[in-house]
């Protein structure tokens, strides 16, 4: 697994291995102009009361964690037998064949039980304490973010409280320097596969792009504000009424970049549809119902493509009425 870890060979290169290089196409050509930017108000979050203190702690235990020694990272991310904890690349997920991405990345469960830290990283020492602090805190914003968005819908704001958002997941990725960051990505062009991410990004690196009109936007880092993309549940559920944002992160050859990403996502068994009263209004229902299960697994074959997989036939809308 460890050569599987793109930060324990990047070093090792001077150009980007072959099968980390994407086709002309999706590829970021120059990376280095900063190109146009979004506006501040659509995505990113500035007042919300998670202390500066926490913001730094949290990004600096991670870097300190994907900076470790590759056989102890390995280590304290392989505590759960059920794998919940783990670390990958995207070679781990993807078919060998197919293009891979330049990132290394840590997921697990947030710990909401005392039982569920065991399976934690102990080091960074702080890893326990500063992970459980931080997921606690999104947990409170992610609340507010879900019920303003669910009011914003005309539903009870407390519409996405319970099973629709009963089951967050947090992902530290790390993303090594690259030394041709024009031919590879970080992350491929995607919308998320849950209702809302809220990320966590470093000050000063340019890497995170949104597709708006038909171009790519970068989304500048503002200093201890959060990035918040709207998720695919979030399309399903809102009936099409608010959008998946599609991203994609690009490389650069100087720094390492980390980041945090807290999924606001179902429990498994949670059935996903359109909102009834958002259809009893009058509007027909754009997409199937499907458990989040079922979502997922679909999710891993289809990738980009599972939007057109979630959408009703208009023989099955009439039906659905
Ligand atoms: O690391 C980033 O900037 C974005 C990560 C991302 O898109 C994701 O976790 O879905
Ligand atoms: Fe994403």
């Given at each position: 697994?460890?050569q599987k870890?793109?930060s324990?060979?990047f070093?090792l290169h001077s150009?980007?291995p072959?099968?980390y290089?994407?086709?002309?196409?999706?590829r970021?050509?120059?990376v280095?102009?900063?190109?146009?930017?979004i506006?501040v108000?659509d995505?990113r979050?500035?007042e919300?009361?998670?202390?500066?203190e926490?913001m730094?702690n949290t990004?600096?235990i991670?870097?300190?964690?994907?900076?470790?020694?590759?056989?102890?990272?390995i280590?304290?991310?392989s505590?759960?037998p059920?794998g919940?904890c783990r670390?990958y690349?995207?070679?781990?997920?993807?078919n060998?064949?197919s293009?891979?991405f330049?990132?290394?990345?840590?997921r697990h469960?947030c710990?909401?039980?005392?039982?569920?830290m065991?399976?934690l990283?102990q080091k960074?020492a702080?890893y326990?304490?500063?992970?459980?602090?931080?997921?606690q805190?999104m947990?409170?914003v992610?609340?507010?973010?879900?019920?303003?968005l669910?009011?914003?819908?005309g539903?009870?704001?407390k519409?996405c409280?319970?099973?629709?958002?009963?089951s967050?997941?947090?992902?530290?990725?790390h993303?090594?320097p690259?030394?041709?960051?024009g031919?590879t990505?970080?992350?491929p062009?995607?919308?998320?596969?849950n209702?809302?991410?809220?990320?966590?990004q470093?000050k000063?690196?340019?890497?995170l792009?949104?597709?708006?009109?038909?171009?790519w936007?970068?989304v500048?880092?503002?200093?201890y504000?959060?990035?918040?993309n709207?998720?695919?549940?979030?399309?399903?559920?809102s009936?099409?009424?608010?959008?998946?944002?599609?991203?994609?992160v690009?490389?650069n050859?100087?720094?390492?970049?980390?980041?945090?990403?807290y999924f606001i996502r179902?429990?498994s068994?949670?059935?996903?549809?359109?909102?009834?009263?958002l259809i009893?209004?009058?509007?027909?229902?754009?997409?199937?119902?499907?458990?989040?299960?079922?979502?997922?697994?679909?999710?891993?074959?289809n990738g980009?493509?599972?939007e057109?997989?979630?959408l009703?036939?208009?023989k099955?809308?009439a039906?659905a009425?």
């Amino acid at each position: 697994m460890d050569q599987k870890l793109v930060s324990s060979w990047f070093h090792l290169h001077s150009s980007v291995p072959l099968s980390y290089v994407q086709p002309p196409e999706s590829r970021p050509g120059m990376v280095f102009s900063p190109g146009k930017k979004i506006p501040v108000v659509d995505l990113r979050v500035i007042e919300h009361g998670v202390s500066k203190e926490l913001m730094d702690n949290t990004l600096s235990i991670f870097k300190e964690f994907h900076g470790m020694p590759v056989e102890e990272k390995i280590r304290e991310s392989s505590r759960d037998p059920n794998g919940s904890c783990r670390l990958y690349s995207s070679r781990e997920i993807n078919n060998k064949d197919s293009i891979q991405f330049w990132r290394d990345t840590l997921r697990h469960s947030c710990p909401s039980s005392e039982d569920y830290m065991q399976f934690l990283p102990q080091k960074p020492a702080k890893y326990r304490e500063v992970v459980a602090k931080y997921t606690q805190e999104m947990k409170r914003v992610g609340v507010t973010i879900l019920e303003l968005l669910c009011e914003g819908l005309g539903l009870d704001p407390k519409y996405c409280c319970g099973g629709l958002s009963d089951s967050p997941l947090l992902l530290a990725h790390h993303y090594p320097p690259c030394p041709e960051p024009g031919l590879t990505l970080g992350a491929p062009k995607h919308r998320d596969p849950n209702l809302v991410t809220i990320l966590l990004q470093e000050k000063d690196i340019n890497a995170l792009q949104v597709f708006k009109d038909g171009e790519w936007l970068v989304v500048e880092p503002i200093p201890y504000a959060f990035v918040v993309n709207i998720g695919l549940m979030l399309q399903v559920i809102s009936n099409g009424r608010l959008i998946g944002a599609e991203h994609r992160v690009v490389t650069n050859s100087e720094f390492a970049r980390t980041t945090v990403a807290y999924f606001i996502r179902p429990t498994s068994e949670q059935i996903i549809e359109p909102a009834k009263s958002l259809i009893s209004c009058g509007a027909e229902p754009m997409y199937r119902s499907i458990t989040y299960e079922e979502f997922l697994k679909n999710f891993m074959i289809n990738g980009a493509d599972i939007e057109q997989e979630l959408l009703l036939e208009p023989k099955q809308k009439a039906a659905a009425l």
